[in-house]
């Protein structure tokens, strides 16, 4: 089922990283800068980590082969819409039902080419909303199958260093300073890029993990796969139930204090359809 607040890497442990990437599938031939999907995948295998890969339709389409690579590697294939619009956007604009179709296109891609797993979701931009997660719970069918949508804690601005030519080397840098402030949580990168061509040709993603991987070993980092984040320490199904008890509370017509009117708005908020 979809959550109702995104769910992040709070319950990992300090030392413990948990690898995702999004915008993917894509490949480049030769040693230049661009997406390398299953190079990176390959690698992450070969050093005994676990990663998740949330997919674009519209490039598993273009890469069909790719997301069965990742899978006999080990790694999770996640979905990340088809293409790669802003939900909230679309959502609140009326068109509901667009929101629906971005996630079953790209499920139906998953489901034929690994089929039987649970499927991991992030949205596009990280945007989102619990009345979003609502409307999916309903009147998504595969619903049920789903986890998610998933945050992240570290990283993500390294499609900004592609967008500048940054190298890798200072790619690396980055994220190793950001990890050390934070010491855990769910890391993003970029394998690919879904909007920006500029960004996707200067893509160093994989040479960045090369260089990042030893360093953090050395100091003594570990890694876990998303399947061991825990979705119930999020807060989400707690705060719910929290929450609904409220309406009783103020049902026999009490002066409310600012507080209980505050909970109350957000109880409204989290059950929203």
């Known amino acids: 089922m979809f959550s109702l607040l995104q769910i992040n890497g709070a319950s990992l442990p300090d030392k413990t990283l948990c690898l995702t990437f999004d915008d993917g599938p894509g490949e480049t031939m030769g040693d230049g800068p661009g997406p390398k999907t299953v190079p990176l995948a390959a690698y992450l295998n070969s050093e005994g980590i676990q990663a998740t890969f949330f997919c674009v339709g519209k490039f598993i389409d273009k890469h069909p082969g790719i997301i069965a690579q990742l899978d006999k590697l080990g790694h999770f294939v996640g979905n990340h819409s088809y293409s790669h619009p802003d939900m909230i956007k679309i959502f609140e604009s009326g068109r509901k039902e667009e929101v629906l179709k971005e996630i079953r296109a790209t499920d139906d891609q998953i489901r034929k080419i690994i089929p039987g797993k649970t499927v991991y979701f992030r949205a596009p931009y990280g945007l989102w909303k619990s009345k979003i ?77 090369r260089i990042l991987i030893p360093l953090l070993k050395e100091r003594g980092y570990k890694f876990v796969g998303l399947d061991k984040v825990q979705v119930s320490n999020n807060g989400s199904d707690r705060i719910r139930r929290l929450l609904k008890s409220i309406p009783d509370m103020y049902s026999l017509k009490r002066q409310v204090s600012v507080p209980g009117v505050l909970l109350l708005s957000l109880w409204k908020a989290l059950t929203r359809s």
């Open 133 to 209: 997660s609502n409307y999916l719970n309903k009147n998504l069918v595969c619903a049920g199958r789903y986890t998610g949508p998933f945050h992240w804690d570290i990283g993500g601005h390294d499609f900004r260093l592609w967008e500048k030519k940054e190298t890798a080397e200072s790619c690396a840098a980055s994220y190793l300073q950001e990890i050390e402030q934070k010491k855990k949580g769910i890391i993003l990168m970029h394998d690919s890029s879904a909007d920006v061509e500029k960004t996707k040709q200067n893509n160093r993603t994989f040479e960045t993990l």
